[in-house]
C-alpha cells in the first residue's frame, strides 16, 4: 500500500500562486510515477500533470502548460505541483496519484484525500 497526502491548497486572487505538496509513504518502490489530477464540481476528473519518479520524464494538459511545473524530491518521498498565474477556471479538488506513467485515472493504483483550490476572479 501507498499512502498520500496532499496540502498547500486554498484560496487565492487570479494571477496568483499556489504550491501543493503531496507526501508519499509505504511501497513507493511499487509505483513508477507520481500525477496530479482535479476534478471541478459538476466535471469528470482530468488528468494535470505527471512525474516519472526518475523525474527525468514530465507532461502536463495543456490547460496548465506554462503555468504549472510537476517536480519530486526522492530524499522526502514528496512531490509539488506549483502552479502560477491562476485563472478561476484551475478551481477544483486536487488530487495526488501514484501509480504507472500516464494522463489517465486507470494508470493510478493510490490517490489521495485531495486539497481544495479556490481562485477567485
Known amino acids: 500500500q501507498v499512502q498520500l497526502v496532499e496540502s498547500g491548497g486554498g484560496l487565492v486572487q487570479a494571477g496568483g500562486s499556489l504550491r501543493l505538496s503531496c507526501a508519499a509513504s509505504?511501497?513507493?518502490?511499487?509505483?513508477?510515477?507520481m500525477g496530479w489530477f482535479r476534478q471541478a464540481p459538476g466535471r469528470e476528473r482530468e488528468f494535470v500533470a505527471v512525474i516519472s519518479r526518475s523525474a527525468n520524464i514530465r507532461s502536463y494538459a495543456n490547460s496548465v502548460k506554462g503555468r504549472f511545473t510537476i517536480s519530486t524530491d526522492n530524499a522526502k518521498n514528496t512531490v509539488y505541483l506549483q502552479m502560477n498565474s491562476l485563472k478561476p477556471e484551475d478551481t477544483a479538488v486536487y488530487y495526488c496519484?501514484?501509480?504507472?506513467?500516464?494522463?489517465?485515472?486507470?494508470?493510478?493504483?493510490?490517490w489521495g484525500q485531495g486539497t481544495q483550490v479556490t481562485v477567485s476572479s
Open positions: 496519484a501514484a501509480g504507472s506513467y500516464g494522463s489517465i485515472s486507470r494508470n493510478y493504483d493510490y
Open positions: 509505504g511501497r513507493t518502490f511499487s509505483t513508477n510515477a
